[in-house]
T-cell receptor, first 114, second 116 residues
Framework: DSGVTQTPKHLITATGQRVTLRCSPR?????VYWYQQSLDQGLQFLIQ???????AKGNILERFSAQQFPDLHSELNLSSLELGDSALYFC?????????????FGQGTRLTVV | AQKVTQAQTEISVVEKEDVTLDCVYE???????LFWYKQPPSGELVFLIR??????QNEISGRYSWNFQKSTSSFNFTITASQVVDSAVYFC?????????????FGQGTTLQVKP
């Protein structure tokens, strides 16, 4: 168990809908990351937060947004969902958010858009 | 541009065989970090190791060993005496120090199947 908790584990929703994925980082970790894993794109970095502030942005679609709250948990909001958004979404956390620190991953949320 | 290449898409071995997973990376930075993660069938990503670009010492942890060679931009992972429980997808990843973020650039992964 990495200590990173993601909910829900599975989500099935229809095209055009909006969903929210939740992540609780490991105790003591200040940085949270979101990654998307799909068959065609592999593991892609979406966004990183450190202590409530956005630190880095990857290939995150405009329909997607995220935030990190004062208690350090994070949410990834996906809207106007398309079939192609079906993927495994991972949250990870690390202590400082720097390049040298290893990130610990949650079990992921499997999103299926039908 | 930063890139991580894992040329082996799938490897199949019989239990107790040794197996090496290849990882080649590209970066313009002189300070960077390399990682290996394991994704078992249950789906989570498990951290295995981190190396920094200034430390080319090979590392051994039980049946796992890693060979880092800057001259060939490679960071290969060897499992000795493989076991069925080693069956998983293994990812190599790169993080660049100047970006001051923990953003990981992953390779496409190598699926390892260890047969009994």
């Amino acid at each position: 168990d990495s200590g990173v908790t993601q909910t829900p584990k599975h989500l099935i929703t229809a095209t055009g809908q909006r969903v929210t994925l939740r992540c609780s980082p490991r105790s003591g970790d200040l940085s949270v990351y979101w990654y998307q894993q799909s068959l065609d794109q592999g593991l892609q970095f979406l966004i990183q937060y450190y202590n409530g502030e956005e630190r880095a942005k990857g290939n995150i679609l405009e329909r997607f947004s995220a935030q990190q709250f004062p208690d350090l948990h994070s949410e990834l909001n996906l809207s106007s969902l398309e079939l192609g958004d079906s993927a495994l979404y991972f949250c990870a956390s690390s202590v400082t958010g720097g390049a040298h620190t290893e990130a610990f991953f949650g079990q992921g949320t499997r999103l299926t858009v039908v | 541009a930063q890139k991580v290449t894992q040329a082996q898409t799938e490897i199949s071995v019989v239990e107790k065989e040794d197996v090496t997973l290849d990882c080649v990376y590209e970066t313009r930075d002189t300070t960077y970090y390399l990682f290996w993660y394991k994704q078992p069938p249950s789906g989570e990503l498990v951290f295995l190791i981190r190396r920094n670009s200034f430390d080319e010492q090979n590392e051994i942890s039980g049946r796992y060993s890693w060979n880092f060679q800057k001259s060939t931009s490679s960071f290969n992972f060897t499992i000795t005496a493989s076991q069925v429980v080693d069956s998983a997808v293994y990812f190599c990843a790169l993080s660049e120090a100047p970006s001051n973020t923990g953003k990981l650039i992953f390779g496409q992964g190598t699926t390892l199947q260890v047969k009994p």
